[in-house]
């Protein structure tokens, strides 16, 4: 599959992700983040305009209501994933809240607005949730059981937490998706995001492949599948008199005297002793689709070999790479199914405190915390009764701080998806169903908790498999939208 297609892919399961994320986590995300920007965002609308056609799919209509919706939900799920991905420095990615997002560029040099960012978002999510489920209503699907129990209960903690904030449910709901939603409204919308959602992966299990199929998938595209062990480190121009002249000159004289691993080590120390001075430094793991272009070619020759050289020019930034070649690794191993607990310091702010000792010390604290919590969640693990799924609920509802995987299931664990020791300690031969652990990444940002389940079939016919099913679903993707667009309607400026 071509490059562009798979950003497509990607971007089609972001999309996936959001919509089931939303209907899940609609009441989490309220309770943290109610009326962040409702203030400067909400524009009154009198029930006439609040039935006004929006936005158009085909023969699906919705209303200004309807694209507020998933425009918060957007918005919102937008702020959780930065506090997920980058807790540390997340209002570096955000908007000011304080400030309506139609005020605030994020793009000049295109003028974009986070408003206009969103509204785009909301658009193509309205395309892609409108033809979803049109084709699964001309295909008679029924959504299911389950999933209608679980809309029940999330309209019922809606209704719950509106009681606790004494205020009415289409209040709670107006505060956090703008004025003129209703519960009614709320219940449809969700039904609809978890129809289109529930089709889709219907669709997508309904795609069966031989293991030959499998098997020829990820021999004809192992180059960009296959992981790659290399270490490397790159050599500014700004650091020479003569610039990339000097650059290179000195590139190609580290080059010329490594000979080992243990020599690249210590190349890349001399260098910049401050960037390089950990022995993993340079130590780096991609799978050959993430690999830097300037040595991808080289890189994926069948013929490279342990301890090949390599000095590639990187013009974007103006420096030269040296690389060092590690091994290639065919992912010849199984998945492994795991349950996590994913936690964070406390913030820490440097404004609170007046010297940077004291800021500091403070971060010490919130790590130490972090570190205690994380060490107390496997303690009550080890001394339950029962360690199984009931038990792992319970600690996860009260320590999470992430909501990315559902319930904490990861269902597809695999190698140099986290740290080098959670890596040994899953592929551990010893290791067996109820196990746990705590691990804490070098910088003592993040501490997990790891409940392991089982593993599963090899991780190249996870891959093999994951590469058909994506190149199908494009295909239905496509079919499906083909003609569509999403139409602003005439009243659409009212949103």
Partial sequence: MSRSKEKKAKELAAEKKSRKQTVTMAII??????????????????????KATAVTVGDMKFSIVDFNYFYYSAYYQYVTDVYSQYPAYAETFLPDMSQSLRAQIVDTDTGETWDDR?????????????????????????????????????????????????????????????????????????????????????????????????????????????????????????????????????????????????DMIDAARDYNADTYGEDDSTLHCYAGSSLASQYYDWAVDPARQNGDVYVAENSVNNAYYVVYFLERSQNEYPIAQLHMIT???????????????????????????????????????????????????????????DYYYLNGLVECYYKHLYTPEMDAWVYDSARKEGDAAVFVTPDDQIAYFVRFDQLGENYCDYLGRDGLSTADFLA???SIKEGLTAEKGTLFSLR
């Fill in 118 to 262: 969103f509204v785009k978002s909301t658009l193509d999510q309205l395309l892609d949730i409108g033809a979803v489920y049109q084709a699964g209503q001309k295909a008679g699907y029924v959504l299911s059981d389950e999933r209608a129990h679980q809309l029940d209960e999330t309209y019922e903690a809606a209704e719950a937490q509106a009681e606790l904030s004494n205020v009415s449910l289409n209040k709670l709901l107006s505060r956090n998706y703008g004025k003129g939603i209703t519960g009614e409204d709320y219940k449809r919308l969700m039904y609809i995001s978890a129809y289109a959602e529930e089709y889709e992966q219907y669709i997508q299990d309904g795609f069966t492949y031989t293991q030959e199929q499998i098997t020829s998938y990820y021999e004809e595209n192992k180059d960009r599948l296959d992981v790659y062990g290399i270490r490397s480190f790159y050599i500014s121009q700004n650091d020479f008199p003569d610039g990339m002249t000097g650059a290179k000159a000195a590139a190609d004289a580290y080059a010329a005297d490594i000979h080992s691993e243990q």
């Fill in 29 to 50: 995300i309220a309770v943290i983040v109610v009326a962040l920007l409702l203030t400067a965002l909400v524009i009154n609308s009198s029930a006439i305009k609040r």
């Fill in 476 to 478: 239905w993707d496509a």
């Fill in 343 to 401: 936690m964070y310091p406390d913030s820490v702010n440097s404004s609170d405190y007046e010297t940077t000792e004291a800021y500091n010390e403070a971060q010490e604290t919130a790590k130490s915390d972090l570190k205690a919590e994380a060490e107390e969640i496997l303690r009550q693990w080890n001394a339950a009764d029962e360690k199984n799924l009931d038990t792992f609920q319970v600690l996860y509802d009260d320590h999470t701080d």
